[in-house]
């Protein structure tokens, strides 16, 4: 997925925001693939903070949730395999 340098970052981290500019440029993604993508977005922004901080309990939990967000994500890449496989 891929976005214009153009877009204010509050687009970047809005799921439902990041849905209408991947519809507007014709993108079809699964709906995991746009939320695991925002949940690792998320996830490096708290584990970062949890650097800076020094909170060694919110750097896990941002380390967690971008996992977890990458696992989302990986699904939803699947179904768009699977889904563009059958289109053609």
Do not use: Y
């Amino acid at each position: 997925m891929h976005f214009s340098a153009n877009l204010p970052i509050s687009v970047l981290f809005n799921p439902a925001a990041r849905f209408r500019v991947a519809q507007q440029q014709e993108v079809d993604m699964d709906k995991d693939r746009i939320e695991g993508i925002a949940k690792q977005v998320k996830g490096s922004v708290k584990e970062a903070v949890g650097k800076v901080t020094g909170d060694t309990k919110t750097q896990a939990e941002g380390a967690a949730e971008k996992a977890a967000g990458k696992a989302q994500s990986t699904v939803g890449g699947a179904k768009d395999a699977i889904r563009d496989t059958f289109k053609k």
